[in-house]
């Protein structure tokens, strides 16, 4: 199905496309590069000695997990078709 784009409609390039999911899935790895170094260091209990707070900190950090896993999913796909 090819529909025609209207004119006011701004459609980058393929090359930009392109540009932008390469660097997009860069984000994404280290998204989840950093999440899972200070997951590794919040187990350590290296920042802090107290207890409380570590619950939020860990959710925070699976959230940034997930969201860089989520775009190395997204624009890997992309950049394989």
């Known amino acids: 199905m090819n529909f025609p784009i209207p004119d006011f409609v701004p459609v980058p390039s393929a090359e930009i496309m392109q540009t932008i999911s ?3 899935l860069i984000v994404g790895i280290c998204l989840v590069d950093v999440g899972l170094i200070f997951q590794f260091l919040y187990k350590r209990n290296f920042f802090c000695n107290k207890r409380k707070g570590k619950e939020k900190k860990a959710t925070a950090l699976w959230i940034v997990i997930g969201v860089g896993v989520l775009l190395i999913v997204n ?7």
């Open 22 to 24: 390469i660097v997009s």
């Open 75 to 81: 624009h890997g796909i992309q950049l394989l078709f």
